[in-house]
């Protein structure tokens, strides 16, 4: 690394350089402390947000602010680096992305994505992430895009109850054409606004009576209930437990940002859920899943 930097500095000798680090945990690392001591400003972001290697919205605007700022002093010679640590790759390629998207490098959030994602090998992907995060990358950075038609962003985070989740086609599972869902659900708690840390906010209790086996072949939709409170970045998690109910196998997961979601159904497709590497076979490609949002006490919209 030492010498990395001594190169940096020989090759822009009369440059600033600022570096965005994506790392693990509150503990400034190694890596972070030989670039400070190298005079080069430093910021820490981490890896992922509930397993899904994304930021929360309200990073993702520090992130981008910061980086406008850094770029556009006049009268200095700046320099952005961006530098991950161990597992880091994919929240990397999803900022700077992201960071292209915003200062008008690149136009189309799917062209711009995967032109970032071929920097490094396929393999180094599946690697790092059991799910391809594609989906949800692409759902934050048409968040990002929207930016300049909106008066305000990030807008304002509308608090709702995530009242279900519909599977209207069973995905196949079990081997047998079925499935035996449950549901977690992560993100800020809404009764503590003041607390910008994430968590469980539901999950489907492990007991017979609430994880049943759906088949196909039945051909009527699933209707998981939630019930939750949801307020800002939310991760919805939807697993598959095998008949024992002991093992799990994460089935699809999605995030979004409650900011975002203007009617009672957020309904996503096969293309926009994120699924374990090469498995889309398991889901049909008619596959639908239904987020039902709860916005008044007096409007029910989980119903089909």
């Known amino acids: 690394m030492d010498g990395i930097v001594t190169q940096l500095h020989d090759y822009f000798p009369d440059a600033s350089f600022m570096v965005f680090n994506f790392k693990e945990g509150d503990k400034r690392s190694q890596i972070s402390n030989i670039l400070t001591e190298s005079d080069m400003t430093v910021m820490d972001y981490p890896l992922q947000y509930e397993g899904c290697p994304l930021l929360s919205l309200e990073m993702i605007h520090h992130f981008l602010k910061s980086s406008e700022s850094w770029l556009s002093l006049e009268g200095q010679h700046n320099v952005l680096l961006m530098h991950c640590e161990r597992g880091g790759w994919p929240v990397l390629a999803f900022m700077l992305a992201g960071l292209l998207l915003y200062r008008k490098q690149y136009t189309g959030e799917q062209r711009t994505l995967e032109m970032v994602y071929k920097q490094a090998p396929k393999e180094l992907h599946h690697l790092l992430s059991p799910l391809n995060p594609q989906p949800s990358h692409l759902r934050y950075l048409q968040y990002i895009s929207r930016r300049g038609n909106a008066p305000e962003w990030?807008?304002?985070?509308?608090?709702?109850?995530?009242?279900?989740?519909?599977?209207?086609?069973?995905?196949?599972?079990?081997?047998?054409?079925?499935?035996?869902?449950?549901?977690?659900?992560?993100?800020?708690?809404?009764?503590?606004?003041?607390?910008?840390?994430?968590?469980?906010?539901?999950?489907?209790?492990?007991?017979?009576?609430h994880v049943r086996h759906y088949k196909q072949a039945e051909a009527a939709p699933v209707k998981l209930k939630t019930r939750c409170r949801v307020q800002g970045d939310v991760v919805v998690e939807c697993i598959h437990m095998d008949k024992d109910l002991e093992h799990e196998e994460i089935m699809f997961r999605v995030m979004f940002n409650t900011a975002f979601v203007h009617s009672s159904v957020l309904m996503l497709s096969r293309e926009e859920i994120d699924v374990v590497w090469n498995a889309k076979n398991q889901f049909s490609r008619d596959f639908k899943a239904d987020v039902g949002a709860y916005f008044f006490p007096s409007l029910s919209i989980c119903s089909w």
């Open 154 to 209: 990030p807008p304002k985070d509308i608090p709702f109850t995530l009242e279900c989740l519909i599977l209207r086609i069973v995905p196949n599972f079990d081997g047998e054409g079925g499935c035996r869902p449950m549901v977690r659900i992560y993100g800020q708690d809404p009764l503590a606004p003041n607390s910008r840390s994430s968590k469980i906010l539901f999950s489907t209790s492990k007991t017979k009576k």
